[in-house]
């Protein structure tokens, strides 16, 4: 068997580690414990939690056992890494509840049960009830506040105002893997590169503090090519819920990447064959379109099931050759004489009135094939029965029944 150093790197998912060697040596010779640690701020994971769950996966196939942290403790905190402000602080009981949530959506791709078996863990568990100042004597005598200073995580905090319950996150986050080697024999904390600063402090409190070895890693963070961070959508984030981003809206994001970010993808987001995606995306032209089709439905498959995948297919071909009885449709308690503009909004084609005219003064939408030229258009007004399509670009097409 590969070792599982060897099939992220293929994969394009290592970003950066440390003590490589020795950390190879250790997954070849023995199941690794392994941990990802997951914010609970909401009541669903997103596409930016992805890439870590795939690598859990994938991890777990080479014999490894992965640990889902869900930070309960830290939740109540907040983490500084990668944002300008302060989060909000949640209660005890919607943390629990995300939680649950979370469990049901990586069973998709993570086993907990048979052979190295998952578990989720709550770090609220050991966190809640600290002794501050035991803990300050035993961990937080082994930081350096010139160093942590000088972490990527803290700097751009610096720079609005960092709150001193912020900047006990590094110490929590270090704490946790500290816990999990006791109790588990955790071995090594990975995340989203992000989190580097955060999961080289658990590494290193391990070393010191256990003199043994423990190491780091982090994965490559899903990007646009010039650098933003995919899974925006007009409506927010990319959901793994189907309540809050729809399958077919799911499949129709990655039918539409770019072209260039097709074979990262299918790497970082499928368990397709390395050689399939090479003869997939070889080529520069129109034939690229049928490998994003292949993205996309593989990528449903995997979050919402083969069923949904192929209904977000079909939904797909029929919005783009106008067979109206297969595309998605939506039902609306408004009528014919409804402003197209509150129809858009109701029907998640513009995320306000004011997106919805911007994009009918630009001349982006049509019900059926009448153009909508103005604002303050109704269906009846443009001679459009209760029920048409609605036209928004060239990629959003969608059936509308009014009552």
Not at 269 to 277: A, K, P, R, Y
Not at 327 to 340: F, I, K, Y
Request: aromatic share 8%.
């Amino acid at each position: 068997m590969k070792n599982a150093l060897d099939i992220l790197y293929e994969r394009g998912f290592i970003k950066q580690t440390v003590y490589e060697e020795d950390l190879r040596k250790l997954l070849d010779n023995e199941s690794v414990p392994f941990y990802v640690g997951f914010d609970p701020t909401a009541d669903s994971l997103h596409i930016g939690h992805y890439i870590p769950i795939m690598a859990m996966a994938h991890l777990q196939r080479a014999g490894h056992k992965p640990i889902a942290l869900i930070g309960g403790g830290t939740g109540m905190i907040g983490d500084p890494s990668g944002r300008t402000d302060m989060r909000n602080m949640m209660t005890r009981e919607t943390v629990e509840h995300n939680c649950a949530a979370f469990k049901k959506q990586m069973q998709r791709f993570i086993r907990f049960e048979g052979e190295n078996a998952a578990i989720m863990v709550n770090n609220a568990d050991w966190l809640l009830d600290l002794n501050y100042i035991d803990f300050l004597r035993d961990i937080g005598a082994l930081f350096s506040v010139n160093k942590m200073l000088t972490a990527d995580c803290y700097k751009t905090r610096m720079e609005k105002g960092l709150t001193f319950l912020e900047f006990n996150y590094m110490l929590m986050q270090a704490y946790d893997f500290l816990v999990l080697y006791k109790k588990y024999g955790c071995r090594l904390e990975c995340g989203g590169n992000d989190q580097w600063s955060n999961i080289l402090a658990g590494a290193d409190l391990i070393r010191r503090k256990e003199h043994t070895d423990a190491f780091a890693m982090t994965f490559s963070l899903l990007e646009t090519s010039d650098g933003r961070k995919m899974g925006k959508t007009a409506k927010g984030a990319l959901w793994l819920d189907p309540a809050k981003t729809t399958p077919y809206e799911f499949y129709q994001y990655f039918r539409n990447v770019e072209d260039v970010k097709v074979a990262e993808c299918m790497k970082l987001l499928t368990f397709m064959n390395l050689d399939e995606i090479k003869e997939l995306t070889k080529y520069g032209d129109e034939r690229i379109n049928e490998a994003k089709k292949r993205l996309a439905y593989e990528v449903t498959k995997l979050v919402h099931g083969e069923e949904e995948a192929e209904k977000a297919a079909r939904q797909a071909a029929a919005a783009f050759s106008g067979n109206a009885e297969d595309m998605p449709c939506v039902r609306l308690g408004l009528t014919a004489d409804t402003p197209v503009p509150e129809i858009m909004v109701a029907a998640k084609a513009a995320v306000s009135r004011s997106d919805a005219r911007r994009l009918i003064e630009g001349g982006g939408v049509k019900l059926n094939d009448v153009k909508v030229a103005d604002p303050a258009d109704t269906p009846a007004g443009l001679g459009v029965s209760s029920e048409f399509v609605l036209h928004k670009g060239k990629k959003m097409h969608v059936r509308i029944i009014l009552k």
